[in-house]
């Protein structure tokens, strides 16, 4: 997947699988991946809005097609989501309850008022199970590093509550944002993509 400028609609991500378009928020000053990566191809797709996936700001309303990702401690619904932090693109536990997104990082749990979430049109989605950072091929990107290290959607059953976050290869395992803390679990689900 290769994260690549779509004029006033921010970013795309781009997989095996399609690309996974953004709609709204300008991304314009979010570092492109070297043009070195083998991922930064400008490949084209049909995918998009209506179509496979997209990227959403929060308009005042919740996307009737946002990803769900799980549930809370008082049983209100998480979303899958993504934030930009200190120059980094990190998946992100949308929490409709506390009006903001929450992302995982140097050992915090770190509020985001600005992100975006994850809307489906004609692929399905399906939660498979992983460990030690491992990811399969079709395994959604919602970020990379300062480094170009792929940044993948996952969640985890912690605490009577199933916490989206992301898996990180490197670190081997899926971070959470939970209770002021990241928390790092080497089981976990990933999200995956499958055409209709």
Request: aromatic share 12%; with cysteine.
């Amino acid at each position: 997947m290769i994260f690549s400028p779509s004029g006033t609609y921010g970013w795309n991500i781009e997989s095996s699988q399609g690309l996974i378009e953004s709609e709204g928020t300008d991304f314009s000053n979010f570092p492109v991946p070297s043009s070195g990566d083998e991922n930064n191809s400008p490949e084209k797709s049909n995918f998009g809005p209506g179509k496979g996936y997209y990227w959403c700001d929060l308009d005042g309303t919740l996307p009737r097609t946002a990803v769900k990702s799980g549930l809370d401690k008082d049983g209100g619904k998480l979303y899958v989501g993504r934030a930009i932090h200190e120059g980094e693109m990190h998946p992100a536990k949308i929490v409709p309850n506390h009006e903001c997104a929450y992302i995982s990082f140097c050992g915090e749990e770190i509020r985001k008022d600005e992100y975006e979430f994850l809307c489906s049109g004609s692929c399905v989605t399906a939660w498979e199970a992983c460990e030690g950072g491992l990811v399969p091929y079709n395994a959604v990107v919602g970020g990379y590093t300062s480094e170009n290290e792929k940044l993948y959607i996952g969640r985890v059953f912690h605490d009577g509550t199933l916490t989206p976050g992301k898996i990180q290869p490197s670190r081997e395992g899926c971070l959470i944002p939970y209770g002021g803390e990241e928390l790092l679990f080497s089981s976990y689900e990933v999200l995956i993509l499958h055409n209709d």
